[in-house]
């Protein structure tokens, strides 16, 4: 059989909380996702549905020669399309112009400008009379961007990003402001040897840490454990994996060795996850959730 993937279909059913691990069963289960792949391994057709099982929202894409979308339909209803995006390439596969029409005929324009290394330095949109809606300008160091900043369409500054590196190439700092809130937030960053992340410690406007985030290793370099520490807080989630490095079991406890979500996973022998069992603490915001998630693929 082709690995080649054809079709996935992914269903839900919902297990009472109280329940130990079970293995669910398709027949009452609620689809809610379907998906169909080209040859080329691109998605070609998504369909979303809700928790009832109805018609929520699709998409369907085209591609060129060279696998890159150049077209993308919004669909509401099966049989309308309410949003038709555009995209149009230059000679280095280049993403340049995006075009959005809505159903009411109206249009967005997105044009994409670079430099000479191909680096992305200004995105601007316009609407279907030529105002502009939004505009992004990047800049660069060593071809990393170093600074990143939106504007709205009045010209205003809304957002703006600013990044350090070290030698390797890995960010080591970012520091982040937007008018909604006014203020400015840092993460700084700590890698090992492998260049795998170890730290991110986030900063408020005042330069008092206000959350610490930890990260482990094996020696094959996949993601054992994480801490998430904040002022409440203080999680670890841990993961485990098979033989072919695909993450089978996922725990998060808090600092009172209470299980707030667990996560075990099956595969096939593409490696493709063909089942998920999910249990989620709410810790008294809502009730618990426990629920198995089960993917059926068709291959070409």
Known sequence: MSNKLKSSTTRKFNINPDEPEIDFILEESTIINYSEYDENGNEIKEV??????????????????????????????????????????????KLVKKTIHYLDDTFDVTTYNYDDKGNLILKTTVDSDDNLEAKEVYEYSNNKVSFHAKYDGDNNLIEEYKYQYNELGNAIEEEKWDIYDDKRIKYLMEYDANGNRTKILTYNSHGQLKHKS??????????????????????VISFQYDERGNAIEQTEYNQHEDLISSINRKYNEFDNVISSNVYLNRQGSGPNLHYSIYYEYLYF
Do not use: R
């Not at 009832?52 to 369907?60: A, K, N, S, V, W």
């Not at 309308?80 to 390439?89: A, C, G, L, P, Q």
């Not at 801490?227 to 409440?232: I, K, M």
């Open 214 to 235: 930890l990260f482990e290793y094996n020696e094959k370099n996949q993601l054992l454990k994480t801490v998430e520490e904040d002022e409440f807080n203080n999680n």
């Open 48 to 93: 979303t549905y809700t928790e009832d099982g109805e018609f929520e929202q699709m998409f369907t894409f085209q591609f060129n020669a060279e696998n890159l979308v150049i077209e993308e339909n919004l669909f509401f209803t099966e049989d309308e399309i309410t949003d038709v995006k555009k995209f149009d390439y230059n000679d280095q596969d």
